[in-house]
């Protein structure tokens, strides 16, 4: 009986143990993964990852600090567009030796077509230079925040969420 006992209390206290282990996992995943697009310049994912750990623990000195540079950098969150842009589902992007131009062109209608006619995406390119770059694109079934994180990747554009519309602007400024 006694031994018995002893084993229940043992595992009970393992399960007891491992759900706040298992939190902290997933807190040092989601630092790690902002630290990353941090470092990448990828500022808006930082925040967005940044900010959860800040959440869990407030005092953490290096998200606390990441985020700081963040907000002086983009400034204020604005990840009410990014959150609504995520919901849109692009069944299929077909894109071969397009412009930028032409693909966001394109991409506006899908997103219109995919979200119902409520989502028409306000994507404004900042420079005439990554306007005309080409691009060849080929995916089913993402979020339209995922095909503009994309674009941005292969035209070599940096892509900000401003609160109205989404800026492709150059990666230097």
């Known amino acids: 009986m006694k031994t018995c006992l002893m084993i229940a209390i043992a595992v009970l206290g393992t399960a007891l143990i491992s759900v706040p282990a298992r939190a902290a996992d997933d807190t040092y995943v989601l630092f790690e993964e902002g630290k990353a697009a ?12 940044l900010s959860k750990v800040a959440e869990r623990n407030p005092n953490h000195v290096p998200t606390n600090a990441m985020l700081a540079q963040i907000k002086q950098k983009i400034g ?18 077909d894109f ?9 062109e394109a991409l506006r209608l899908l997103a219109k077509k995919a979200s119902g006619d409520k989502v028409v995406p306000n994507i404004i390119i900042k420079s005439p230079e990554i306007a005309q770059k080409t691009v060849s694109l080929n995916l089913s079934k993402v979020p ?4 503009l994180n994309y674009l941005a990747e292969v035209t ?3 892509i900000t969420y401003d609160t109205s519309a989404v800026l492709f602007s150059n990666r230097a400024g």
């Open 76 to 93: 204020v969150d604005n990840t009410k567009l990014r959150s609504t842009y995520a919901t849109v589902i692009i069944e299929k992007i």
């Open 144 to 147: 339209l925040t995922e095909v």
């Open 38 to 49: 941090f470092q990448a310049g990828q500022f808006e994912i930082a925040r967005e990852k």
């Open 96 to 104: 071969a030796d397009v412009s930028l131009e032409e693909a966001v």
């Open 156 to 158: 070599g554009a940096r």
